[in-house]
């Protein structure tokens, strides 16, 4: 008789897994002891953190977070309710409309989490009669959210204009979106919106982009990749997530007003699901207060990720296309991109290795992000650290 659970231990991933606890160097579901900030304790070593979503700093932000903990005093800890019933307080409408605001759209409507956004927009939007054109590097959620939709998956060569182009052409007379992430999570580099708008015009085609990487990052702000590439009316819809430069946790979607009413009576994400903690909802609304009256924390990020970069690409690493805060080091080998990562990691410096299918076959890479809250003296050690390792593993060969 089969068994469901028989695939448990004939499971490839599962058995890495296990291999790489056995050996000690398996580099995911470490425990953190102290902060998400600019340094990190695990296992009692602290480390310089250049792994975080945290591009502004703003989850130690004194002000950041006492408001979380008013929020705390006066609405509780939790709505117990969908936004659909009684999940909704003034305190979401309000995010929503500064959001609105923010993102140069009409409406705004906010989800529990970035997945729960993606997922509930677009199986909104999109059935059995419609295609989805997406980049083959979109987030998983996007992917995710297209298969529970129903609707026909086109894919295109990452950011190849041509190849958007011919699927484009061979869905003419079809309904469709084209989505997108803004600033691409593992590269680091961007979407060509303004070409992506025009060719989404020459053929009909909606525009979706996924900023939860660009949102507070990219453009006047941090408003967007949408207004970075100056093309804010050309997106149909824009989302962001919470959980990255604004040190909480969500999601949010942006558009025409109707698209947003269409979305937030058929989104089942939504509906079916209990709305942000007051806490969050005003985590977010403080980050918004920090960033909208000093705009420095968009500059410095972009300058600490420039040094580390320009450093980086100038020890021999490779950094890909970045240009964000986003600095990939792209090893290629799988072993070779786990035996780096323990290497900094026992050096004092925490980044993220990320392994196929997070990457294509033969593009391991260690994933580092940077905030406006490093220091000189964390951008000395991590390129000191990086250049101590290179010549220890013989990743990097003597000039």
Known sequence: MADLFDKIEKDPVLKAARMGREMGIYPYFRPLSETEGTEVVVDGKRLVMIGSNNYLGLTTHPRVR???????????????????????????????????????????????????????????????????????????????????????????????????????????????????????????????LPEIVTLCKRYGARLFVDDAHGLGVMGEGGRGTHFHFNCVDDVDLIMGTFSKSFASLGGVVAGDRDVIDYIQHHARSLIFSASMPPANVATVLACLDVIEEDPSYVERV???????????????????????????????????????????????????????????????????????????????TVLRVFAKVGEETGFLQPA
């Open 302 to 380: 972009h300058r600490v990720a420039a040094q580390v970069r320009e450093g980086l690409r100038a020890l021999g690493y490779n950094c890909g296309d970045s240009v964000t805060p986003i600095v990939p080091v792209i090893i290629g080998n799988e072993m070779h991109t786990v035996f780096m990562w323990q290497a900094l990691f026992e050096n004092g410096v925490y980044t993220n290795p990320v392994l196929p299918p997070g990457v294509p076959p033969n593009k391991s890479l260690l994933r580092t992000s940077y905030m406006a809250t490093h220091t000189a003296e964390h951008i000395e």
């Open 66 to 192: 006492q408001a979380a903990i008013e929020a705390i005093e006066r609405f509780g800890t939790s709505c117990t309710g969908s936004r659909f019933l009684n999940g909704t307080l003034e305190l979401h409408k309000e995010l929503e409309r500064r959001l609105a605001r923010f993102l140069g759209k009409e409406a705004a409507l906010i989800f529990g989490t970035g997945y729960q956004t993606n997922l509930g927009a677009i199986t909104a939007l999109m059935d059995k009669d419609d295609v989805a054109i997406c980049d083959k590097e979109v987030h998983a959620c996007i992917v995710d959210a297209v298969k529970m939709a129903g609707c026909e998956m086109r894919r295109f060569r990452h950011n190849d204009m041509d190849d958007l182009e011919r699927v484009l052409k061979e869905t003419a007379d079809r309904r469709k979106m084209v989505m997108v992430d803004g600033v691409y999570s593992m590269g680091g580099d961007l979407a060509p």
